[in-house]
């Protein structure tokens, strides 16, 4: 299984910008980094993933370094809602498989008021 | 906004009893997963279905396992004989393309 590396956990305040960090130093250039989220006693919800360029959407921004072997999950601005583990996957494609996510242990996010 | 849902939210089972897990994808989805979750663990990913038929399953989905999408809309996860162990969070997810998976809520199953 493809490895990435994630603190275990993390605190942020309330309308803060947080960084979360990722390292995927065996990545290959085809596999995607996929981030999920899990909020409490829910399933795993998707976030945004990304290839080689930075992206954004509506809930959150991926950047990606020059190299990829590391990236950031951005949330612009924390809510008490975006309290949650947060995976960091590595979408592996090759041959007829789909890429199916291997999940870690993930970052747990608290968000303080 | 369509979503993933999943019946029954709990189930409760004897060892040794057949269960079968519903989900019901986002209409328009291709792909179809099942994964689960036992207490404090992480999540694991069970078996893919593409085209009505198993594109990849994992060691966890030995023959007690069976997936099936009866219609055009359900997609149900079959255990044939339940183990204490077995007990788990049980999510299946959609995607359109492979790409992003948008996950059910999950069923709760308990063996007793």
């Known amino acids: 299984d493809a490895k990435t590396t994630q603190p275990n956990s993390m605190e942020s305040n309330e309308e ?22 899990q909020l409490p006693s829910q399933g795993p919800e998707y976030v945004i993933h990304g290839l080689t360029s ?38 592996i494609i090759y041959g007829g ?12 996010l608290s968000v303080k008021p | 906004e369509p979503e993933v849902t999943q019946t029954p939210s709990h189930q409760v089972t004897q060892m040794g009893q057949e269960v079968i897990l519903r989900c019901v994808p986002i209409s328009n989805h291709l792909y179809f997963y099942w994964y ?19 594109s990849e399953k994992s060691e966890i989905f030995d023959d007690q396992f069976s997936v099936e999408r009866p219609d055009g809309s359900n997609f149900t996860l079959k255990i044939r004989s339940t183990k204490l162990e077995d007990s ?3 999510f299946c997810a959609s995607s359109e393309e492979g790409n992003e998976q948008y996950f059910g809520p999950g069923t709760r199953l308990t063996v007793t």
């Open chain 1, 16 to 37: 803060e910008p947080v960084h979360l960090p990722c390292n995927h130093s065996t990545i290959s250039g085809t596999d995607y980094i996929h981030w999920y989220r």
């Open chain 1, 54 to 91: 930075n992206v954004n959407n509506r809930m959150a921004s991926l950047a990606i370094a020059e190299d990829r072997k590391s990236s950031t999950l951005i949330l612009h601005r924390a809510t008490l809602r975006d309290a949650a583990v947060y995976y960091c996957i590595l979408r």
């Open chain 1, 97 to 108: 498989s789909q890429g199916n996510l291997i999940f870690g242990k993930g970052t747990k």
């Open chain 2, 36 to 54: 689960r979750q036992i207490l404090g663990q992480k999540v694991e990913f069970l078996v893919s279905f593409y085209n009505n038929e198993i």
């Open chain 2, 88 to 90: 788990a969070m049980y």
